[in-house]
């Protein structure tokens, strides 16, 4: 059995799949999941389990080398911008919330939350650990 780092066994194998450029998303309760993407849903009411705690999970084992977010997240949700900003030095792009709607269809799964805050979704592009 593992000892740390992510637990579920859907993500710890994906992520295990995982190659240099592919995407995964986290999303909130609200994104809709593009036919064919694979959802790991880990909502299990409002608000749980949040935006925040499963980026911190994922970001612990997981090396990404790009991130983007929907640019109306600077504004309508300035508390999650800043968290995120401060969680990555990697580059940051900003699109559209629709535009990343439009990507996350290349994502190899996207991880569902529970968070019901404004544009909490991410996408972030597998970097290399050598």
Known sequence: MKKQGILNRELA???????????????????????GVMCVDLAYKIGEPSFMAILDAVVADYKSEKVIIATEMA????????????????????????????LSAKAKVIIRTGEATPYANILLQSGVIF
């Open 75 to 102: 504004l309508q949700n300035t508390p999650l911008y800043k968290a995120v900003h401060e969680t990555f030095d990697v580059p940051f792009e900003e699109v559209s919330h629709e535009q990343l709607k439009v």
């Open 13 to 35: 194998g994906i992520f295990a799949r995982i190659g240099h450029t592919d995407h995964i998303m986290i999303a909130d309760c609200g994104l809709p999941i593009p036919d």
